[in-house]
């Protein structure tokens, strides 16, 4: 005889959990009582299945997970069913199909089981979920609360995450780096005039920028009417800016960064200021690193390099000139999004140039300006610019006597060597002198606190 099959049916039917627990007949008890001689084996193990199976049921308070654990070890019992010769054919298939059919039920209990255990984890899982947001929700709307309830000195000291161009002042320096922003101290709209207008000379470079900003802006009104295409004026405007130190290099950069911004050709038109020390590391490997983080702090605007030479003033550095290739790279990558400014000496800028074959290249003729030296008239109005900004006057008739005063103090090197750098020094140790001639004193008027005479130029040091 067979033993009896221990794999559960192919299919459970969909009512096995409203059938539980399944109904027992006597028939297997009768069956053993009315036959003579000891009891069938085949009764007694059918008898311990079905005890242990309704002891397993009335344990209400169990576990789950043991509950499926010992159905499952009933399950596979594989102790052989031996029939007692003494029962009757019949009375034997009919105690073999109790038992088969008690399997079975088991096996549709431990699929009901399973699946109701799937449906609590997944009402579970959604009703963790819902707790989360909900104090999520809760938490972000104490915070506005708190936001609101804040007074304005504490409101001042809660600091959101800044972008590399979103500063609090009109300059701030961030890791080494100068970064100016694209609307200034003020946030006042863009005039390109007014800019050009607070320039001293430069006039050369000044019709330049204003050709540069009226071949965009046309260009823009032929793609508004449909004319042409935007793509069509996509160019490089990389720039070289060449000229002796303080012939207003730096200044002109931060007005092209906000012109470039106004016109649309870049997105946010701050200024990053970067020297050979900021793009250049110690060890070989990094530069090219650290160039690049440097141009990518500067995308959406323009990265001001001033003595761009200096990065291989020889010619034979390897950081240098690895510094010199990611520029190139970068040039050409982010051409659309980044405006690199070189700037520098005209000779020692002609020599760098060669240093990388593609270098010279990235840069358009008519975006390569040439800044003139300053003349004495025009130092001499830098010097009343400089001495207005700090809120000095000068004495009546000192102004007709300034350019004959700055060309008796400076020689024409000095004045072609360091230019406007060299008045702003000038007006510092004047006010310096100013301010000793009068501090000591007990009763001083007002106009005497804030006027410079021209002694005090006089006696000022040019250095």
Not at 29 to 49: C, I, K, N, R, Y
Not at 200 to 227: F, N, P, Y
Not at 361 to 381: G, H
Request: with cysteine.
């Amino acid at each position: 005889m067979t033993d009896v099959d221990c794999e559960p049916p192919e299919s459970i039917p969909a009512d096995t959990e409203e059938k539980w627990p399944p109904a027992f007949t006597p028939s297997m008890a009768d069956a053993a009582t009315s036959m003579a001689g000891a009891p069938s084996m085949l009764l007694l193990q059918s008898q311990v299945l079905r005890e242990q199976y309704t002891q397993l049921r009335e344990n209400e308070e169990r576990d789950r997970l043991q509950q499926q654990a010992e159905l499952e070890r009933i399950m596979c019992q594989e102790e052989p069913i031996v029939a007692n010769q003494n029962l009757a054919g019949d009375t034997q298939l009919q105690l073999l199909e109790e038992v088969k059919k008690l399997k079975q039920e088991i096996t549709a209990e431990l699929a009901a089981v399973s699946r109701k255990k799937r449906r609590e984890d997944k009402e579970k899982k959604k009703e963790k979920k819902e707790k989360k947001e909900k104090k999520k929700e809760k938490k972000e709307k104490e915070v506005a609360n708190a936001d609101e309830e804040m007074s304005p000195s504490k409101a001042k000291k809660k600091k959101k995450k800044k972008e590399p161009w979103e500063l609090d002042s009109d300059e701030e320096h961030q890791n080494g780096l100068s970064v100016i922003l694209p609307e200034g101290r003020k946030g006042k709209p863009f005039n390109l005039a007014e800019e050009l207008a607070q320039i001293v000379g430069l006039d050369s470079v000044k019709t330049a920028i204003r050709s540069i900003s009226t071949t965009i802006r046309a260009h823009q009104r032929r793609v508004e009417r449909g004319l042409t295409k935007a793509t069509n004026n996509k160019m490089m405007c990389h720039m070289l800016f060449l000229g002796n130190p303080g012939t207003g290099k730096t200044t002109m950069a931060r007005v092209v960064a906000r012109l470039l911004k106004d016109i649309g050709l870049l997105a946010k038109g701050h200024l990053v200021e970067a020297s050979a020390k900021d793009l250049i590391a110690g060890h070989c490997g990094q530069t090219a690193l650290k160039t690049a983080a440097v141009c990518k702090k500067a995308l959406g605007g323009v990265l001001f390099i001033d003595e761009a030479y200096g990065i291989n003033p020889k010619g034979d550095s390897n950081f240098g000139q690895e510094c010199v290739d990611t520029l190139v790279k970068e040039m050409e990558d982010h051409f659309h999004e980044l405006v690199v400014i070189m700037a520098g000496y005209p000779q020692s800028m002609e020599r760098f140039l060669e240093c990388n074959e593609g270098l010279r290249s990235r840069f358009n003729s008519k975006f390569v300006f040439t800044f003139e030296n300053y003349t004495v008239p025009q130092l001499a109005e830098i010097f009343m610019k400089e001495v207005a900004k700090q809120d000095y006057l000068l004495e009546e008739g000192l102004e007709e006597k300034l350019p004959l005063l700055i060309e008796q103090r400076t020689t024409e090197e000095e004045r072609s060597k360091h230019n406007g750098r060299l008045i702003r020094s000038l007006v510092a140790n004047c006010v310096a002198k100013q301010n000793e001639r009068w501090v000591e004193e007990e009763e001083v008027d007002d106009a005497t606190m804030i006027t410079i005479l021209e002694e005090d130029i006089v006696a000022a040091d040019c250095a």
